[in-house]
Each structure stands twice: as structure tokens, then as C-alpha cells.
């Protein structure tokens, strides 16, 4: 399966985006999906996840209460809506899919698959 991922740019201190993971060449069925972020000299870090049967997800603690992720069937695609972003968010974002236990969604070298990335930039 290979993944596209977009929606980022710039925004404003407490704005908001959506995130877009499509899947093409195969579909999310059998798969969690999660959202990455790597900030300049900083490792990938975990953002969120869904498993695509069922909808279980798991939320960095940072993002809960701001950030959702969802999907949709038809469309074979999965969001991050990201509200309230801070100056912290900056980073750029990518999805990726595993089909490993929740106990390692967090982890990046859990994921098999990675999209191209898409740039967040939140300025104050």
C-alpha cells in the first residue's frame, strides 16, 4: 500500500488543520494507521492512531483535547484535525501503517509504510 499525505502549511498560534492519509494500491482494512511528527533535530515522534477495524485510537497526552483522528471508509483516507496549535506542533507530519499490537503503536519503527510527509508550521 502506498500512502499520501497532506493538509499541512502555515497557521496561525491557535488555528487549525486537517491532515489527510490516502491509500492507494491497497486500503486500510487490515491496518492502524498512525501520525508521526518530526521536528528539526528531533526524532519521529508519535501524535495518534486508529486501528481501521473497530476505530480503537491512542493520543500523544500533549494532543488530547485538541487533535482527532478519524477515518473514512468510502474515501479510504484517514484525518488528523488538528485544533488549538501551538507554536510546539511545528514539525512535519507523516502516516504510516502497522498491523502490530497497541502496546507499540507509539513506536515509528512499529510501521511498515510511510507517506512523503507533510510540513505543520505554527507560527506566534
Known amino acids: 500500500v502506498q500512502l499520501q499525505a497532506s493538509g499541512g502549511g502555515l497557521v496561525q498560534d491557535g488555528g487549525s488543520l486537517r491532515l489527510s492519509c490516502a491509500a492507494s494500491?491497497?486500503?486500510?482494512?487490515?491496518?492502524?494507521v498512525g501520525w508521526f511528527r518530526q521536528a528539526p533535530g528531533k526524532e519521529r515522534e508519535f501524535v495518534a492512531a486508529?486501528?481501521?477495524?473497530?476505530?480503537?485510537?491512542l493520543y500523544l497526552d500533549s494532543v488530547k483535547g485538541r487533535f482527532t483522528i478519524s477515518k473514512d471508509i468510502a474515501e479510504n483516507t484517514v484525518y488528523l484535525r488538528m485544533n488549538s496549535l501551538r507554536s510546539e506542533d511545528t514539525a512535519v507530519y507523516y502516516c504510516?501503517?502497522?498491523?502490530?499490537?497497541?502496546?507499540?503503536?507509539?513506536?515509528?519503527?512499529?510501521?511498515?509504510?510511510w507517506g512523503q510527509g507533510t510540513q505543520v508550521t505554527v507560527s506566534s
Open positions: 504510516g501503517v502497522t498491523r502490530i499490537v497497541r502496546s507499540s503503536w507509539s513506536f515509528p519503527a512499529s510501521y511498515y509504510y
Open positions: 494500491g491497497g486500503t486500510f482494512s487490515s491496518y492502524t
Open positions: 486508529i486501528r481501521w477495524s473497530g476505530g480503537s485510537t
